[in-house]
Antibody, heavy 126, light 107 residues
Framework: QVQLVESGGGVVQPGRSLRLSCAAS????????MHWVRQAPGKGLEWVAV????????YYADSVKGRFTISRDNSKNTLYLQMNSLRAEDTAVYYC???????????????????WGQGTLVTVSS | DIQMTQSPSSLSASVGDRVTITCRAS??????LNWYQQKPGKAPKLLIY???SLQSGVPSRFSGSGSGTDFTLTISSLQPEDFATYYC?????????FGQGTRLEIK
């Protein structure tokens, strides 16, 4: 069965960096685009970034562009999110999610998310 | 960016009720609209994709409709496990924004 397990969250000071990981299993990881989505405490869902199946295309929310980098290692079935220059407003649960390859697709990304991890909490605080 | 607006923001209903949640896009997104369910402390779950297609394993009491800018999620007969927060999301363009959510509570 499809399983996504995030790790790497924790408490970090403003301006510092953190790298999240998402270990995937139960499907052919190298065939699917992957997303990061976050949710601030008590708030709604905010899409963060996506990477195509082969890593050739990456897209970001304006709120993280230039600070966050999405990447993947298909040999390790792992997705990453490098977060630099962290701000208090980046505090959230971060979910990785699989792109379902459904609906309108462009550049290898379809933006329907069919499997989600359990999330990892990032708290940015001094 | 294509903005998504859900209504209502919260809703109280009873087991067995028929419930409808609406989602409006700021411009036409054809049928590229998804619905997710999220329970407290859990990850979201895909319910409906492409406006009206039921995701595998999702009960048939859930249905979706609409195209262009106006969409609805309907639960035909509420069950206790359906009390949760529901989000729409457009999958037509980047960024794939979510609606603000509709919290469905027990009356």
């Amino acid at each position: 069965q499809v399983q996504l397990v995030e790790s790497g969250g924790g408490v970090v000071q403003p301006g510092r960096s953190l790298r999240l990981s998402c270990a995937a299993s139960g499907f052919t990881f190298s065939s699917y685009a992957m997303h990061w989505v976050r949710q601030a405490p008590g708030k709604g869902l905010e899409w963060v970034a996506v990477i195509s199946y082969d890593g050739s295309n990456k897209y970001y929310a304006d709120s993280v562009k230039g600070r966050f980098t999405i990447s993947r290692d298909n040999s390790k079935n792992t997705l990453y999110l490098q977060m630099n220059s962290l701000r208090a407003e980046d505090t959230a649960v971060y979910y990785c999610a699989r792109d379902a390859r459904l609906g309108y697709c462009t550049n290898g990304v379809c933006y329907t998310l069919d499997y989600w991890g359990q999330g990892t909490l990032v708290t940015v605080s001094s | 960016d294509i903005q998504m607006t859900q209504s209502p923001s919260s809703l109280s209903a009873s087991v067995g009720d028929r419930v409808t949640i609406t989602c409006r896009a700021s411009q036409s997104i054809s049928s590229y609209l998804n619905w997710y369910q999220q329970k407290p402390g859990k990850a979201p779950k895909l319910l409906i994709y492409a406006a009206s297609s039921l995701q595998s394993g999702v009960p048939s009491r859930f249905s979706g409709s609409g195209s262009g800018t106006d969409f609805t999620l309907t639960i035909s007969s509420l069950q206790p496990e359906d009390f949760a927060t529901y989000y729409c999301q457009q999958s037509y363009s980047t960024p794939p924004l979510f609606g603000q959510g509709t919290r469905l509570e027990i009356k």
